[in-house]
């Protein structure tokens, strides 16, 4: 089982910075990657960021350049930092956690927060 504690989003102006954060707990053997995804209103979700173990990241086209991603990995605990935020970052965010729930499975498993709100708008 994982638990994900996720920090608060919230209404920001056009600009401004944001800094999410993600910290995984729980009983699980390894995490493989962690990051966010984004889901804007009458919009599929899309990747937004996304850090591996060993520090890859990948970051969705409208983001690079303004958002970055890092990880602590003794803390299990991933941060996104945002900024020039655009109202088309209006999105509900939510964290995900790829990892393996021992060191005996054979595939890794993807789990989700809740997701936060994060609004972008003068």
């Known amino acids: 089982q994982v638990q994900l504690v996720e920090s608060e989003g919230g209404l920001m102006q056009p600009g401004g910075s944001l800094r999410l954060s993600c910290a995984a707990s729980?009983?699980?053997?390894?995490?493989?990657?962690m990051g966010w995804y984004r889901r804007a209103p009458g919009k599929e979700r899309e990747l937004v960021a996304r850090?591996?173990?060993?520090?890859?990241?990948n970051y969705a086209d409208s983001v690079k350049g303004r958002f970055t991603i890092s990880r602590d990995n003794a803390k299990n605990t991933a941060y996104l930092q945002m900024n020039s935020l655009k109202p088309e970052d209006t999105a509900v965010y939510y964290c995900?956690?790829?990892?393996?729930?021992?060191?005996?499975?054979?595939?890794?498993?993807?789990?989700w927060g809740q997701g936060t709100q994060v609004t972008v708008s003068s």
């Open positions: 995900n956690v790829n990892y393996r729930r021992s060191y005996f499975a054979s595939k890794t498993t993807d789990y």
């Open positions: 729980g009983s699980f053997f390894s995490i493989n990657a």
């Open positions: 850090i591996t173990n060993s520090g890859s990241t």
